[in-house]
Antibody
Framework: QITLKESGPTLVKPTQTLTLTCTFSGFSLSTSGVGVAWIRQPPGKALEWLALLYWDGDKRYSPSLKSRLNISKDTSKNQVVLTMTNMDPVDTATYYC??????????????WGQGTLVTVST | SYELAQPPSVSVSPGQTARITCSADALPNHYAHWYQQKPGQAPVLVMYKDTERPSGIPERFSGSSSGTTVTLTISGVQAEDEADYYCQSDDNSGGYRALFGGGTKLTVL
């Protein structure tokens, strides 16, 4: 059974850097075709994909947020870390990590973690 | 680049068929995937690669694709199907990105 869980601060101040950790079990990030994605959802709004880390170390980022994002992994701990710099109140959202499958050039996300709400405020 | 367009809302009575669409000019060459999100919960994959249903998803969920539109069909809608539904695809033009549609609120009357 694959499970993922997000952890990190619930409140950050504007201009600070957010660091979120996704701790997973039930799969290996060394397995071909596997990845971990980060997706966020502002309150009452749609999902927004942020970043994706593949089994081979390849990293992909949302073009609109690329300059602020970094995704990395600690394979020994079964963790994937997302950092987002220069946080702003508009970044207030529930942040999800998800197991990703890459098949014939296509990615989909299943399952997802429970999500963690991050509020950006002074 | 392209965007995925979904109707904001769809309403059906219990037992009827709900059809939720996702449209984009690029879809004839791209697979789409569908997620169900109930209030306060994380999204759940209900369809992938247009027509593939994950294990554990009821058979009343099906997917289809025609031209620039992919459709998630829920036959014999039940009250528990009331949720937000999002389509998702990939865009490899000018660098990779995954993208989601704006979501469709399915209301079971």
């Amino acid at each position: 059974q694959i499970t993922l869980k997000e952890s990190g601060p619930t409140l950050v101040k504007p201009t600070q850097t957010l660091t979120l950790t996704c701790t997973f079990s039930g799969f290996s990030l060394s397995t071909s075709g596997v990845g971990v994605a980060w997706i966020r959802q502002p309150p009452g709004k749609a999902l927004e994909w942020l970043a994706l880390l593949y089994w081979d170390g390849d990293k992909r980022y949302s073009p609109s947020l690329k300059s602020r994002l970094n995704i990395s992994k600690d394979t020994s701990k079964n963790q994937v870390v997302l950092t987002m710099t220069n946080m702003d109140p508009v970044d207030t959202a529930t942040y999800y990590c998800a197991h990703s499958l890459f098949d014939s050039g296509w990615d989909w996300f299943d399952p997802w973690g429970q999500g963690t709400l991050v509020t950006v405020s002074t | 680049s392209y965007e995925l367009a979904q109707p904001p809302s769809v309403s059906v009575s219990p037992g009827q068929t709900a059809r939720i669409t996702c449209s984009a000019d690029a879809l004839p060459n791209h697979y789409a995937h569908w997620y169900q999100q109930k209030p306060g919960q994380a999204p759940v994959l209900v369809m992938y690669k247009d027509t593939e249903r994950p294990s554990g998803i009821p058979e009343r969920f099906s997917g289809s694709s025609s031209g620039t539109t992919v459709t998630l069909t829920i036959s014999g809608v039940q009250a528990e199907d009331e949720a937000d539904y999002y389509c998702q695809s990939d865009d490899n033009s000018g660098g990779y990105r995954a993208l989601f549609g704006g979501g469709t609120k399915l209301t079971v009357l």
